[in-house]
């Protein structure tokens, strides 16, 4: 009988600085045990320890390895109301939630969303421990860092690829090196004026080839600015395969979920396809989409290596970056 092991947070690399993570809280800590140890165990538990809220399906950027651009992910796009997010908030901390990201897995830009720095602060005040976002920064002005710090942002991580302009805006279509870097650096500085210790600030750069054989400079260029600089794994979407057979199995269904901007539960924050209806929070539970019988099925056959008979994950980038890797 094949023995399934699954490695919790094998796609992140942490390569500078000091973790976002690192805190003394208890609670934040059991959070951080729970998350390495239910994936590890096939545990469950009764409500995810975190959802990923997708403030914003819609992105300011198209960026050239990101799965939006080159599969379109969605047919339908949009940002997330208030309402639906208050709800989501509401049942998450009732049922023990510890913690949120307001953004999906593969697409949108959560600082488009005008209601981002009330999200927030309606999370915090409701005891939400980890509210987190990722951006591209863009859109990170002094009035918008301000309103988040406010707010009480827990941690931010910023995609910003290498320390050259033309690398970076290859990559990062239809954004400018120069305006992001004054953005970031502004954030910082204010942050510190406000002698806030949150949001921490983590940079990080896909894992692309141009960036990787010299990543020790980009780790220098950011090392005295921001609290962590680190790497994901580069994935190659235009060659995802189907029908691939693996002991692995994905962390992911026994931490977290994924609330798309129209409230559409899903398994994942991969997934996209809708092709187990979870239900939609506006209408139903978070905590009965968790325990309900597709979730527990879609466990069963990852915890058997058959994975790659669920429809959304035969050929769901994670998998199969994390298969080769292992070939």
Same mark, same amino acid.
């Given at each position: 009988?094949?023995?399934i092991?699954?490695?919790v947070?094998a +796609?992140?690399?942490?390569?500078?600085?000091?973790?976002?993570? @690192?805190?003394?809280?208890?609670?934040f800590?059991?959070?951080?045990?729970?998350w390495?140890?239910?994936?590890?165990n096939f545990?469950?538990?009764d409500f995810p320890?975190?959802?990923d809220?997708e403030?914003?399906?819609?992105? +300011?950027?198209?960026?050239?390895f990101?799965e939006?651009?080159?599969d379109?992910?969605?047919?339908?796009?949009?940002?997330?109301?208030?309402e639906t997010?208050?709800?989501?908030?509401d049942?998450?901390?009732e $049922?023990?939630?510890?913690?949120i990201?307001l953004?999906?897995?593969?697409r949108g830009?959560?600082l488009l969303?005008?209601?981002i720095i009330k999200?927030?602060?309606?999370?915090?005040?409701k005891g939400?421990?980890?509210?987190y976002m990722?951006?591209?920064?863009?859109l990170?002005?002094?009035?918008m860092?301000?309103g988040l710090?406010?707010?009480?942002?827990d941690r931010i991580?910023?995609?910003f690829?290498?320390? @050259?302009p033309a690398?970076y805006?290859k990559?990062?279509?239809g954004?400018?090196?120069?305006?992001v870097?004054?953005n970031?650096l &502004?954030f910082?500085e204010?942050?510190n004026s406000?002698?806030s210790?949150?949001p921490?600030?983590?940079?990080?750069?896909v894992?692309?080839?141009?960036i990787?054989k &010299?990543?020790n400079?980009?780790?220098?260029?950011?090392?005295?600015?921001v @609290?962590?600089i680190?790497?994901?794994d580069?994935?190659d979407?235009?060659n995802?395969k189907?029908?691939l057979?693996s &002991?692995w199995?994905?962390?992911?269904?026994?931490?977290?979920?994924?609330?798309t901007w129209d409230?559409?539960?899903s398994? $994942?924050?991969? @997934?996209?396809?809708?092709d187990?209806?979870?239900? +939609?929070?506006?209408?139903?539970?978070i905590?009965?989409a968790w325990?309900?019988?597709?979730m527990?099925?879609?466990r +069963?056959?990852?915890?058997?290596?058959?994975?790659h008979?669920v429809?959304?994950? &035969?050929?769901c980038?994670f998998?199969?970056?994390?298969?080769y890797k292992?070939s």
């Amino acid at each position: 009988m094949t023995i399934i092991s699954i490695e919790v947070n094998a +796609n992140f690399h942490t390569i500078g600085g000091k973790s976002v993570l @690192d805190k003394n809280d208890p609670v934040f800590l059991e959070y951080r045990r729970k998350w390495k140890e239910w994936p590890e165990n096939f545990e469950n538990g009764d409500f995810p320890l975190h959802l990923d809220i997708e403030a914003s399906s819609v992105c +300011n950027l198209r960026c050239e390895f990101c799965e939006a651009t080159i599969d379109n992910i969605g047919t339908r796009s949009g940002y997330m109301d208030i309402e639906t997010f208050t709800k989501i908030i509401d049942e998450g901390v009732e $049922c023990g939630l510890y913690a949120i990201k307001l953004n999906s897995g593969a697409r949108g830009e959560p600082l488009l969303n005008k209601n981002i720095i009330k999200m927030v602060e309606y999370a915090k005040k409701k005891g939400i421990i980890d509210v987190y976002m990722n951006t591209n920064a863009v859109l990170l002005t002094k009035e918008m860092g301000y309103g988040l710090i406010k707010a009480g942002l827990d941690r931010i991580s910023i995609s910003f690829e290498g320390t @050259d302009p033309a690398i970076y805006e290859k990559y990062r279509v239809g954004a400018k090196f120069e305006k992001v870097r004054q953005n970031i650096l &502004d954030f910082v500085e204010l942050r510190n004026s406000m002698g806030s210790g949150n949001p921490k600030i983590r940079m990080q750069t896909v894992g692309v080839p141009e960036i990787l054989k &010299d990543i020790n400079k980009y780790v220098g260029y950011w090392s005295e600015i921001v @609290d962590e600089i680190a790497f994901i794994d580069s994935k190659d979407y235009k060659n995802i395969k189907k029908s691939l057979v693996s &002991d692995w199995a994905c962390p992911y269904i026994w931490q977290r979920m994924m609330v798309t901007w129209d409230g559409t539960i899903s398994v $994942c924050g991969f @997934d996209y396809s809708n092709d187990f209806n979870l239900g +939609n929070v506006k209408s139903d539970s978070i905590r009965e989409a968790w325990n309900g019988t597709e979730m527990e099925q879609i466990r +069963n056959l990852h915890k058997k290596g058959m994975a790659h008979k669920v429809a959304i994950c &035969d050929g769901c980038s994670f998998r199969t970056t994390e298969i080769y890797k292992r070939s």
